[in-house]
């Protein structure tokens, strides 16, 4: 029989210890899994987008994030895009404007589901899942994952189509 150590929020906060960086769900650490050279040139490449139009679009891009979706609920995004209008957060209570899952082989659906749940609380508006294996971008909207073409935030001026992240996986 597994038993599970309940790990106080504080505790994870201060820890250095989860390489990568560890997920924080109601008191247990969730390990993410390590990337593989697939994940880490897609991760790359949407911040090698964003990074390029930061000051055209007034938008800030940081990998591996830590965002705090709910009170006892820390995420750890792939990549996050958050509105460069915002004061500085060391550890995101903002909802960001978007986030960007790349999956991983160890990726189950029952995880990235729970993660994407807990995004879509927070009132994030812009969710992306992205495949590795064949460059499909999907958004999660209302409970559910879709093939979609286009990223658009209006009020700041963003609208692409997303294949265009494409271009830059070496």
Do not use: C
Not at 23 to 38: F, L, N, S
Not at 90 to 108: G, K, M, N, Y
Not at 152 to 157: D, L, R, T
């Amino acid at each position: 029989m597994s038993t599970t150590t309940h790990v106080p929020v504080e505790v994870y906060l201060k820890s250095s210890d989860y390489e990568p960086d560890a997920e924080y769900v109601d008191g247990e650490i969730e390990e993410r899994p390590m990337g593989q050279w697939d994940h880490a040139s897609w991760q790359q490449a949407i911040q090698k987008w964003f990074w390029a139009r930061e000051l055209q679009w007034g938008v800030r891009v940081r990998p591996e994030l830590r965002v705090r979706v709910a009170p006892s609920r820390f995420r750890v995004p792939d990549v996050t895009l958050v509105d460069a209008d915002r004061p500085v957060e060391q550890i995101i209570t903002h909802p960001p404007l978007a986030v960007f899952e790349v999956l991983s082989p160890e990726d189950t659906v029952k995880r990235l589901n729970r993660k994407l749940e807990d995004y879509a609380a927070m009132g994030i508006p812009q969710i992306w899942v992205v495949d590795p294996e064949n460059g499909a971008f999907r958004r999660y909207r209302e409970g559910e994952l879709r093939r979609e073409e286009h990223f658009e935030v209006p009020g700041k001026g963003i609208s692409f189509p997303i294949r265009e992240i494409a271009s830059l996986v070496d």
